[in-house]
């Protein structure tokens, strides 16, 4: 008897532990309970009841669910009242405006939320919740019975940004790449798209005003990008996304919660656009000036002292304004060399005008009369300015503290200048969140920068405002994930290095600090691989290999 209840309660325990692998939700929530009983089953045909919300539409979110898991299960939703429904969407103005409530019963589910941001995140978890065939793009016809377990989730991100930056200024992917990135994002409840639009390897965006930014600004002749013994291969490359595919991309990011946040980069990193305009924008036009074809930073900046080139950006941010109906705009500010200025008699008037003798203020003064320009705008129309954290070496007092600092290199001290200063701030570090750097050190690892130390338990375990007082909390805004692609020019690299260290940085960005766990998490990972395989995306599989 002893044995057989040893074998039972052995066999009990293998039975809750599967139950248990059958909830493997990223980002992990901040509070779910299981509760005992049957699972709720699907129907082939539900009856759903949604609260009506002014402007955006609860009934929207959900029919855009319903598109994502009708191809791969074949159920159908129809309204219904709140007392017949099977699904009912519940408006609780007391949540937070990205909060949720789930609860599921055998009988029914319950969502709550005050806004519909809420409705997408908390059926983003059903679907996770569901059998991972549910991401099939056809019928799954080996699943008869679609089903979740019965929880009860109360859910809210611990961070209002929680991004993801693909730059395309040095290679370029084309924008079902750039749709496959935002369905990434999606899976993990990301919601900022950085968009790296502009290099000195290549201006990747039509502005109507300036034709030859695409014209002559987004090809070079090398598809590599020379370093080293790694010589310009003599490749004609490029390609740009007119404003039409930039509309439909940001239709495509909305319909997911996703605000895209476009980076022009200027005055440095601009030697695409000194090259397509050195009349208006080189401190030398004389000489020539090429797209460049190399890695590193180029000295070809745009010379801040010309009234036409501050009319340029200028006119830039007014059309990239129209295309991009979100907060903010990125204009850099990164490894700006000011070798050119100090050569450039204007720009040295310049600086003697302002009464600086730093030549990086020549920086902060081109950009706070584009900061002007915006303000000038219709209060729809308005933007807030995100600079990296290399500003901070000038003099931002004209900026004020309406401003967002990326902090990068040195990030958390640099976070934490910007915050004693007043501003906002952003934590991207280099290391571990460049996610295009090598994930191991192994000999299949695809080229690119690093030496493999940046795995996916290294980057989890990055401790976002690890040590923070208190009284500066609360200009942390969240964490960023960043790709530069000096190394990588196709789309399936892009998938590789991505996976699965975005989903590390997304619970970095959703879950309590308390409440992360490595090893709880590379647990809960190993559902993503059919997921990924589903979705036929490359991977890292070295966290999903048996041990």
């Not at 990747?204 to 930014?213: A, D, G, Q, V």
């Amino acid at each position: 008897m002893k044995l057989k209840s040893l074998i039972f309660a052995a066999l009990l325990a293998g039975s809750y532990q599967a139950m248990a692998q059958e909830i493997s939700l990223i980002p992990q929530p901040e509070e779910m309970k299981e509760t005992t009983g049957k699972k709720f089953v699907f129907k082939s045909k539900m009856k759903v009841a949604a609260d009506t919300y002014p402007g955006d539409s609860i009934e929207w979110v959900f029919e855009n669910f319903e598109k994502e898991i009708t191809p791969a299960t074949g159920i159908r939703f129809k309204n219904s009242s709140p007392k017949k429904a099977d699904i009912c969407l519940v408006l609780n103005k007391k949540l937070g405006n990205e909060a949720y409530t789930l609860n599921i019963t055998d009988r029914n589910i319950t969502i709550e939320a005050a806004r519909p941001a809420g409705f997408h995140y908390a059926l983003t978890t059903l679907k996770q919740l569901m059998p991972a065939e549910v991401f099939s793009a056809t019928a799954v016809k080996s699943i008869t019975e679609w089903s979740v377990p019965l929880v009860s989730i109360t859910d809210e991100p611990e961070f209002g940004w929680r991004g993801f930056m693909l730059d395309e200024g040095r290679h370029f992917f084309g924008k079902e790449v750039v749709k496959q990135v935002i369905d990434m994002m999606a899976l993990y409840k990301m919601n900022r798209f950085h968009w790296h639009l502009t290099e000195d390897q290549g201006w990747r965006i039509e502005i109507k005003k300036y034709p030859k930014l695409t014209e002559t600004g987004a090809w070079r002749n090398s598809k590599g990008l020379g370093w080293g013994d790694h010589k310009p291969d003599g490749q004609h490359y490029g390609g740009f996304y007119s404003q039409d595919d930039i509309r439909e991309i940001v239709k495509y990011a909305q319909e997911r919660f996703i605000e895209i946040v476009p980076e022009i980069d200027i005055p440095g990193h601009s030697q695409a656009a000194v090259a397509s305009y050195p009349e208006l924008l080189a401190c030398d036009p004389e000489n020539k000036h090429e797209v460049w074809l190399w890695q590193g930073v180029s000295t070809d900046v745009i010379n801040v002292a010309k009234p036409e080139a501050v009319q340029f950006a200028k006119d830039v941010i007014d059309e990239i304004s129209d295309l991009f109906p979100f907060g903010y705009i990125h204009l850099g500010g990164d490894e700006c060399p000011t070798t050119k200025w100090e050569q450039n008699d204007a720009c040295k008037k310049l600086l003697s005008e302002i009464g600086s003798e730093n030549f990086r203020d020549l920086q902060i003064h081109f950009y706070k009369q584009l900061q002007d320009h915006i303000a000038g705008k219709e209060s729809s129309k308005q933007k807030r300015l995100i600079f990296w954290n290399e500003v901070l070496h000038g003099n931002t007092a004209p900026l004020g503290t309406d401003i967002t600092i990326m902090a990068w290199v040195g990030a958390n001290a640099a976070a934490k200048d910007a915050a004693q200063r007043g501003m906002e701030t952003i934590l991207s570090p280099q290391i571990p969140y460049y996610i295009n750097r090598k994930q191991s050190n192994l000999p299949t690892e695809p080229m690119s920068q690093g030496n493999g130390s940046e795995t996916v338990e290294a980057v989890y375990a990055y401790q976002p405002m690890n040590g923070v007082p208190e009284n500066l909390q609360s200009k942390y805004k969240g964490v960023q994930a960043n790709f530069w692609t000096e190394w990588v020019c196709e789309a399936d690299t892009v998938e590789y290095l991505m996976l699965p260290r975005l989903a590390a940085v997304a619970e970095a960005g959703w879950t309590p600090q308390a409440k992360r766990n490595y090893t709880d998490f590379e647990n809960r990972l190993q559902s993503q691989q059919k997921i990924y395989e589903l979705k036929d995306w490359c991977y890292g599989k070295h966290v999903f290999q048996k041990k």
